[in-house]
């Protein structure tokens, strides 16, 4: 089944993404996308809200889309097309794909993507970020396509393309873990479990950017348990960042008012270095109104855990 999209808005085509999964969702569920948690995936999904991730990546992106696919035709001579439609998966309706073309004559589909010059490593001889890895083959999935091919412009100066086989043993394991989400977390409106990555901490943050001045009581063993793992991991990195700064004091010894210092397998710089820092407490103190107009409000929560002393009996 597939629903056509040209007609649609992009608010409408925004709502349209959050009725299933779809091929950059897969990378989350599966743990290879750096930038987004499953906790943060999980809240796009069920929140009554629409929210657009508008960058200059993605717009760029966007606008060189038609580019990329004509120089995949140029240097391959395979024609492709534009398919307008959210398709669905015959069998696991939470799976939708939204493809950049089609490639004519073939089982197969062209995806596009730019990205930036520091990213060149991941393009090497047959590497594919893993994270596009997943998209094709979630896209292979719902569309019955045998083979894919990816084409990305790097830097702006940069063009490479490559070929990609469906695996259909990945294709399993894929299909259950979305499964999984889709039905255990989405249907039953259970978020997964909150993690460390950035994303989940800064969505956090948005979620109670302030509070409310109330004191709740917690489930004692969950959230103690928390809290002895924190304080066991705090001591261990006290310990260890002892440690480190005892070793660079010993290699600072040994180089001395030397500049440099070096091993068979290392170099050691030990440069100068002058920085100038602003005395924000003297400005404070004998600008105040200059200080005051150039100081930046910002809002966050720190977290402190403090032992409560029990009452003796």
């Not at 001889?125 to 083979?147: F, N, R, T």
């Not at 299909?175 to 901490?201: M, N, R, Y």
């Amino acid at each position: 089944m597939a629903k056509n999209t040209s007609e649609m808005s992009r608010q409408e085509w925004l709502w349209n993404r959050k009725s299933g999964i779809g091929g950059s969702d897969s990378s989350t569920i599966l743990g290879f996308n750096a930038w987004k948690s499953p906790f943060e995936l999980y809240i796009d999904k069920t929140s009554e809200e629409v929210q657009e991730i508008d960058n200059e990546a993605i717009h760029w992106g966007n606008v060189l889309e038609d580019v990329v696919a004509e120089e995949f035709t140029r240097r391959t001579g395979k024609k492709v097309r534009r398919r307008n439609q959210t398709f669905r998966h015959p069998d696991y309706d939470f799976m939708i794909a939204n493809i950049d073309r089609d490639v004519v004559g073939e089982n197969a589909l062209l995806e596009c993507k730019t990205t930036n010059a520091f990213n060149s490593d991941a393009w090497e001889g047959e590497h594919i970020p893993p994270a596009y890895i997943c998209q094709l083959q979630h896209y292979m999935a719902v569309l019955d396509y045998e083979k894919a091919y990816i084409a990305v412009l790097i830097g702006g100066q940069k063009f490479v393309w490559k070929e990609v086989d469906r695996d259909d043993e990945f294709i399993e394991l894929m299909i259950e873990q979305e499964k999984h989400f889709w039905e255990e977390h989405v249907l039953k409106e259970i978020p997964p479990e909150i993690d460390g990555t950035k994303s989940a901490s800064e969505l956090l943050n948005k979620m109670y950017p302030e509070d409310n001045g109330e004191t709740i009581m917690l489930k004692s063993d969950d959230a103690e348990m928390l809290i002895e793992a924190i304080e066991s991991i705090k001591s261990e990195v006290k310990e260890k960042q002892s440690l480190q700064k005892e070793y660079e004091n010993k290699l600072k010894m040994m180089v001395g008012d030397a500049q440099t210092g070096v091993t068979p397998r290392f170099e050691i710089k030990l440069k100068t270095v002058k920085s100038n820092r602003l005395d924000s407490k003297s400005l404070r103190k004998e600008l105040p109104d200059i200080a005051e107009k150039y100081t930046n409000q910002s809002t966050s929560r720190r977290l402190t855990i403090k032992q409560i002393e029990q009452e003796a009996i």
